[in-house]
């Protein structure tokens, strides 16, 4: 059988992806079932974060970057009527409170600061100084208080068994969730959800562009943002709206672009880049097709699946060769700035031998 037939697609398709897809909603199905109670038991302590709702269909607050890492986004709530901070100044401390001698940095292309006169309407709860700092949020205050209330949480909704708070640096809440299955990492991040309302630093489309068409990307717009209260000072910006909505109907002209990427994502987890936390992660295959997709834009060249299929991979090599991604809505952002470069180039190296010969591996 011809690697890239008709027939060895479908197979592998039926074979390999399919399964996963299975194993998938099962795993989600048992998480967000965890996560809903948990966090209902924290809104009901706290009423600044809103429970993570079940979802039969699609949970927009789950993302999946690997079977054994989620990444799930925990709502905030009662800040309402987002606006542009007009005035800019510098900042003299610290987390704790201590005055520094020099201001903090500005935030990197992909954060911000986030003030609470940002907001039309808030809860008196956002003016306390548990969370905020001379009229800042500080995502750092914020995760803080919101880790106290899990770890009180799982013991109140008897999760013990199931759940486990793992150690670490920063302000990042990050859990062992025991499934049925296996055991996956779940990273929970309280966000702030800005709505109809698309984010200045992400300038797209770009010029000239012609992917995806006029209506799609107001479409797409119209989903707003996240703020994620991912580092000390600065909120990093979130689209996993607007990229889900950019995925939904990609190939409704016919092509293969999401069955291309199906089988990039397995492979990548079976062959290349394998493990409980990879290097390159579903997001990042993601973002490989929108590029792709935006230098490929006719439908005429998504018919064929060998010649579609090998150019995403071309394209995640050169990326991983190069140790750089460039975000597909904030273009300044390397996403492969903090990743082990060792581990990059092992994954580059397999990809290399790939494109020698490729097909489709088990």
């Given at each position: 059988?011809e690697?890239?037939?008709?027939e060895?697609?479908?197979?592998?398709?039926?074979?390999?992806?399919?399964?996963?897809?299975?194993?998938l909603s099962?795993?989600?199905?048992?998480?967000?079932?965890?996560?809903?109670q948990?966090t209902?038991e924290?809104?009901?302590?706290?009423i600044?974060?809103q429970?993570v709702?079940?979802?039969?269909?699609?949970?927009?607050?789950?993302?999946?970057?690997?079977p054994?890492?989620?990444?799930?986004?925990?709502?905030?709530?009662?800040?309402?009527g987002?606006k542009?901070?007009?005035?800019?100044?510098?900042?003299?401390?610290?987390?704790s409170g201590?005055?520094?001698?020099?201001?903090?940095?500005?935030?990197?292309?992909?954060?911000q600061w986030l003030?609470?006169?940002?907001?039309?309407?808030t809860?008196r709860q956002w003016?306390?100084?548990?969370?905020?700092m001379?009229g800042?949020?500080?995502?750092a205050?914020?995760?803080?208080?919101?880790?106290k209330?899990?770890?009180?949480s799982?013991?109140?909704?008897?999760l013990?068994?199931?759940?486990?708070?793992?150690?670490?640096?920063g302000p990042?809440?990050r859990?062992?969730?025991e499934t049925?299955?296996f055991?996956?990492e779940?990273e929970l991040?309280?966000?702030v959800?800005?709505?109809?309302?698309?984010?200045?630093?992400?300038?797209?489309?770009?010029?000239?562009?012609?992917?995806?068409?006029?209506e799609?990307?107001?479409c797409?717009?119209?989903f707003?943002?996240?703020?994620m209260?991912?580092?000390?000072?600065h909120?990093?910006?979130g689209?996993e709206?607007?990229?889900y909505v950019?995925?939904?109907g990609i190939?409704?002209d016919g092509?293969c672009?999401?069955m291309?990427?199906?089988v990039?994502?397995?492979?990548?987890?079976?062959?290349?880049?394998?493990g409980?936390?990879?290097v390159?992660?579903?997001?990042h295959?993601?973002?490989?097709?929108?590029?792709?997709c935006?230098?490929y834009p006719?439908s005429?060249d998504?018919?064929?699946?060998k010649k579609?299929?090998m150019r995403?991979v071309?394209k995640?090599y050169?990326?991983v060769?190069?140790?750089y991604?460039?975000?597909?809505?904030?273009?300044?952002?390397?996403m492969f700035?903090?990743?082990?470069i060792?581990?990059l180039d092992?994954?580059a190296q397999k990809?290399?031998?790939?494109?020698?010969?490729?097909?489709?591996q088990?």
């Open positions: 059988m690697p890239f037939s008709d060895a697609v479908k197979q592998y398709v039926s074979d390999k992806v399919e399964p996963r897809k299975r194993l099962k795993l989600v199905e048992e998480v967000q079932e965890i996560v809903h948990l209902q924290i809104s009901y302590r706290d600044r974060f429970a709702p079940r979802s039969l269909y699609h949970n927009e607050n789950i993302r999946i970057l690997a054994t890492q989620f990444v799930i986004t925990v709502p905030i709530k009662g800040l309402l987002y542009k901070s007009q005035t800019r100044h510098w900042r003299y401390y610290s987390v201590s005055k520094l001698f020099s201001p903090i940095r500005d935030p990197e292309e992909m954060y003030e609470i006169d940002q907001f039309l309407k809860l003016h306390e100084t548990d969370v905020t001379e800042d949020i500080i995502p205050k914020v995760a803080e208080v919101f880790l209330h899990v770890e009180e799982v013991k109140t909704c008897n013990s068994n199931e759940v486990k708070v793992i150690e670490g640096v990042i809440v859990l062992a969730v049925s299955e055991q996956v779940v991040i309280p966000v959800e800005i709505l109809n309302r698309w984010c200045e630093k992400a300038r797209w489309p770009r010029c000239f562009s012609r992917w995806p068409s006029r799609k990307v107001q797409v717009k119209s707003g943002f996240n703020l209260a991912r580092s000390s000072y909120w990093q910006l689209f709206r607007a990229e950019l995925m939904e190939d409704e092509g672009r999401k291309c990427y199906q990039l994502r397995q492979m990548k987890e079976d062959v290349w880049c394998p409980n936390k990879p390159v992660t579903a997001h295959l993601q973002t490989i097709l929108f590029w792709t935006e230098k006719r005429k998504w018919r064929v699946f579609s299929f995403l071309r995640l050169k990326c060769n190069q140790h991604l460039k975000h597909f809505f904030i273009k300044g952002t390397n700035q903090y990743a082990s060792n581990d092992y994954v990809l290399g031998l790939y494109l020698k010969n490729p097909g489709l088990d």
